[in-house]
């Protein structure tokens, strides 16, 4: 997660996470159904949200 600033419990408990993107959580031990995605804010470092995608034949539901 390059690029993100990562700030204690008080900042995140502040921050209004205007600015957020999505990330993929890289484990050893993956899903063969699909991959989760964050949604993390870049200022703070907290995850606001996420989502499981499923594969299809040849791409994302």
Do not use: P
Not at 5 to 19: A, E, L, P, T, Y
Not at 40 to 55: L, P, R
């Amino acid at each position: 997660m390059s690029g993100i600033n990562v700030k204690g419990k008080i900042g995140q408990f502040f921050c209004r996470h205007k600015n957020k993107e999505w990330f993929i959580r890289k484990s050893q031990f993956s899903s063969l159904r699909g991959e989760r995605r964050l949604h993390i804010c870049t200022e703070c470092g907290k995850e606001v949200g996420s989502y499981f995608a499923e594969y299809e034949d040849t791409g994302y539901k």
